[in-house]
């Protein structure tokens, strides 16, 4: 397990950008996001494996979201273009040290006004 701590959020208008980033205290085999909205449960939103690299993403983002990373800082990004009302949501950095997913972040507030 490792420690994460996210920075990034906060309040913008449909169309606006922002860029999460995310720092574990230690070495990860992949590192990601997930997302979750009030009354709704936590979602996948994307994750990047270091060896390759690989990334994923859900189709919802697709197009919109970047997802990079620094291995060797044990640093994720999330760039996060074309913002809509929906991607509105505490967004959770991940990480796998051991499986997917092993640690959490505390989460960053990402709120979208229309």
């Known amino acids: 397990q490792v420690q994460l701590v996210e920075s990034g959020g906060g309040l913008v208008q449909a169309g606006d950008s922002l860029r999460l980033s995310c720092v574990a205290s230690?070495?990860?085999?992949?590192m990601g996001w997930f997302r979750q909205a009030p009354g709704k449960e936590r979602e996948f939103v994307s994750r990047i494996r270091w060896s390759g690299p690989s990334t994923w993403y859900r189709d919802s983002v697709k197009g919109r979201f970047t997802i990079s990373g620094d291995n060797a800082k044990n640093t994720v990004y999330l760039q996060m273009n074309g913002l809509k009302p929906e991607d509105t949501a505490v967004y959770y950095c991940?990480?796998?040290?051991?499986?997917?997913?092993?640690?959490w972040g505390q989460g960053t507030q990402v709120t979208v006004s229309s």
């Open positions: 230690g070495r990860t085999l992949m």
């Open positions: 991940a990480a796998q040290k051991n499986y997917w997913v092993d640690s």
